[in-house]
């Protein structure tokens, strides 16, 4: 049975709405101090908690539907872009450019400049490299002879590129906006919001690509041999 695209992705924004208004609500509460702080579970931008697992949930469907549509169809794209959405899952859950982005900061003895810390830029050298190994998928992909692979490849660039505004350009800015800004309420508030436009924004993407997919970005049955993982007769696709 084929699931519609438009009620999985209204499904997930339902969700993705309810956690953000929430995260609002709460934030609204302690301003008006009615709370003392916004607990840990409502927050979106807050790692391990529930608004965070459930986008982590997100980009492992993707990556299993990605890899069972490759193994079933003996179809080379969505293996690569398996490769690309488990670096976004390992980068999310594991915090992967902000840990070896220290590192690489530390290691390089990269000193804070006026505008980013060191470790900003450290980061922003690893979402380079994370950004290359995506182009590189992406070229060899648009090489490919076959029309489908063309398209299933097309849907995704754009969804990574939707992830790169939010979570690397939306990202930049607040880092330096972190690092100019002081503790004034201002300032505060300006990171707040831009912290839960980055991690929103990433949670309505992440819904967006796991409705494409299970919906069925259409595999198809005449792909180029060349993209096969085998020699083995074409098989029905989604």
Partial sequence: MTLSFKTLLVALLAVDCAFITANLLAAIAVNAALIDHVPLWLKITEDREPPEDFNYLKWLVILAALLWMAIRDRWLAPALWALVFAMIFSDDAFQLHENL?????????????????????GEMLVFGTMGLITLAIVFFLFTRP?????????????IVLCLGTVGVA?????????????????????????????????????????????????????????????????????
């Fill in 101 to 121: 982005g220290e590192w690489v900061s530390t290691s390089l003895s990269i000193s804070d400049g006026a505008f980013l810390y060191g470790r900003d830029v």
């Fill in 146 to 158: 076959d029309a489908p692979t063309r398209q299933m490849s097309w849907r995704y660039l754009v």
């Fill in 170 to 238: 939306v990202d930049a800015i607040h880092s330096v906006l972190s690092h100019l800004t002081g503790g004034d309420l201002f300032g505060t508030l300006t990171r707040q919001a831009l912290g839960m436009i980055e991690d929103g924004g990433e949670m309505l993407v992440g819904s967006f690509a796991v409705a494409l997919t299970l919906a069925g970005v259409p595999a198809v049955s005449a792909h180029s041999t060349a993209d096969r993982l085998d020699d083995s007769p074409d098989r029905q696709t989604l």
